[in-house]
């Protein structure tokens, strides 16, 4: 079985499918009503999406994944195109156009694209503070992580604001109402390529029974990368990366049930996996990257289950590779870890 390091970084794997093929009936042409197919860089909104590339004025790729969730039909088969640039949506499967049967699913097959919940700050937005520590108020206090290059700026605690005037370079702090950002000696803050968790949640499913979601990274939302709320059956999660998340890459509360499969989830911000209510979450071959401040699972309530269906893969290198270099991309991309 091909580990799960690989199933998330190499590009253009097809491991997984493989690996879910019992599960969503690849090997027939008619397991999926349609294939609807999304590209954020050639699509077209007011196009049909039946068609990965433009064929006519009214077939072709849609732009955005919502549209696609308003044209799709119960047991649809929605296929991303991974692009060089992230789809920025907050997604939402709650009606029964967005349900399946066992033998036909509703699918989300993501191709290894990313969805992206974090915005550049806006440079008119800083404020300087003291020496060079530089602020800017957001929208909502909760759920924040800065990134600097799209990785997870380290965050300083501070206690009093004496501390906060000692904040490092390159480190950020939440105070008050404000966020807070030190910068290096001669530089300002709109020099940094500096974004922050904006939309509330990556994929959020409500009351919908057999989905698929596959081969998705879900990263920089000020909750959860994946939101799983009440009466959701037969759910299964494969292939995902979820990272930098301001509560938790997976969320799963209410009756929900949800099958978790070879899955990488690290560097969020409470938990990388939380469960409330009578939740139960069936885990196969994943990495719950565990922290001090964010363990691995946080069952919140005594009727949450976990069920693991293999033992936790191993995390010697997990917390080095979850924003891996392109170095260390390409050591990935070879097993050589």
Request: aromatic fraction near 8%; proline fraction near 7%; include cysteine.
């Given at each position: 079985?091909?580990r799960?390091?690989d199933?998330?970084?190499?590009?253009?794997?097809?491991a997984?499918?493989?690996?879910?093929a019992?599960?969503?009936a690849?090997?027939?042409?008619?397991?999926?009503?349609?294939?609807?197919f999304?590209?954020n860089?050639i699509?077209?909104?007011?196009?049909?999406?039946r068609?990965?590339?433009?064929l006519?004025?009214?077939?072709?790729?849609?732009?955005?994944?919502?549209?696609?969730l308003k044209?799709?039909?119960?047991?649809d088969?929605?296929?991303?195109a991974?692009?060089d640039q992230?789809?920025?949506e907050?997604?939402?499967l709650?009606?029964?156009r967005h349900?399946?049967?066992p033998d036909r699913?509703?699918v989300?097959?993501?191709?290894?694209?990313v969805?992206?919940?974090?915005e550049p700050?806006?440079?008119?937005?800083?404020r300087?503070?003291?020496?060079?520590?530089?602020?800017?108020?957001?929208?909502r206090l909760?759920?924040?992580?800065?990134?600097?290059?799209?990785k997870?700026?380290?965050r300083?605690?501070?206690k009093s604001?004496?501390?906060?005037r000692?904040?490092?370079?390159?480190h950020?702090a939440l105070w008050?109402a404000?966020?807070?950002?030190?910068?290096?000696p001669?530089?300002?803050p709109q020099?940094?390529?500096?974004?922050?968790?904006?939309?509330?949640a990556g994929?959020?499913?409500?009351?919908v029974?057999d989905?698929?979601i596959l081969?998705?990274?879900?990263?920089?939302?000020r909750l959860?990368?994946?939101?799983?709320?009440?009466?959701?059956?037969r759910?299964?999660?494969?292939g995902l990366?979820?990272?930098?998340n301001?509560?938790?890459?997976?969320?799963?509360?209410?009756?929900?049930?949800v099958?978790?499969l070879?899955?990488?989830?690290g560097?969020?911000?409470?938990?990388?996996l939380?469960?409330?209510?009578?939740?139960?979450?069936?885990?196969?071959?994943?990495?719950?990257?565990?922290?001090?401040?964010?363990?691995a699972?946080?069952?919140?309530g005594?009727?949450?289950?976990?069920?693991?269906?293999?033992a936790?893969q191993p995390?010697g290198?997990?917390?080095k590779?979850?924003f891996?270099?392109?170095r260390e991309q390409?050591?990935?991309?070879r097993g050589e870890?």
């Amino acid at each position: 079985m091909m580990r799960t390091w690989d199933f998330v970084w190499t590009a253009g794997s097809s491991a997984l499918v493989v690996a879910l093929a019992g599960l969503v009936a690849l090997g027939h042409a008619e397991a999926w009503a349609r294939d609807i197919f999304v590209n954020n860089q050639i699509g077209d909104d007011a196009k049909n999406g039946r068609a990965p590339q433009h064929l006519s004025a009214t077939t072709g790729p849609v732009r955005t994944i919502a549209q696609a969730l308003k044209i799709c039909q119960s047991g649809d088969r929605i296929v991303l195109a991974k692009t060089d640039q992230p789809y920025r949506e907050s997604l939402s499967l709650c009606t029964a156009r967005h349900c399946g049967t066992p033998d036909r699913p509703f699918v989300i097959d993501g191709n290894g694209a990313v969805l992206e919940g974090a915005e550049p700050v806006p440079p008119q937005a800083w404020r300087h503070w003291h020496a060079r520590v530089f602020r800017f108020r957001p929208v909502r206090l909760d759920g924040h992580i800065l990134f600097l290059e799209g990785k997870p700026a380290p965050r300083f605690r501070p206690k009093s604001e004496d501390q906060l005037r000692e904040l490092p370079p390159g480190h950020w702090a939440l105070w008050g109402a404000w966020v807070y950002f030190a910068v290096h000696p001669g530089r300002l803050p709109q020099q940094y390529p500096i974004s922050y968790c904006v939309r509330p949640a990556g994929i959020t499913l409500y009351q919908v029974h057999d989905v698929v979601i596959l081969n998705l990274t879900i990263q920089g939302f000020r909750l959860d990368g994946v939101h799983v709320a009440d009466r959701v059956r037969r759910c299964t999660l494969g292939g995902l990366l979820c990272r930098g998340n301001g509560r938790s890459g997976v969320f799963v509360g209410g009756a929900a049930q949800v099958h978790l499969l070879s899955s990488l989830v690290g560097n969020n911000a409470q938990a990388q996996l939380m469960l409330q209510g009578y939740a139960q979450v069936q885990l196969e071959d994943c990495d719950l990257i565990d922290h001090p401040q964010a363990p691995a699972i946080r069952q919140e309530g005594p009727h949450t289950q976990v069920i693991r269906l293999s033992a936790p893969q191993p995390r010697g290198q997990g917390r080095k590779f979850l924003f891996p270099s392109s170095r260390e991309q390409a050591v990935l991309a070879r097993g050589e870890f």
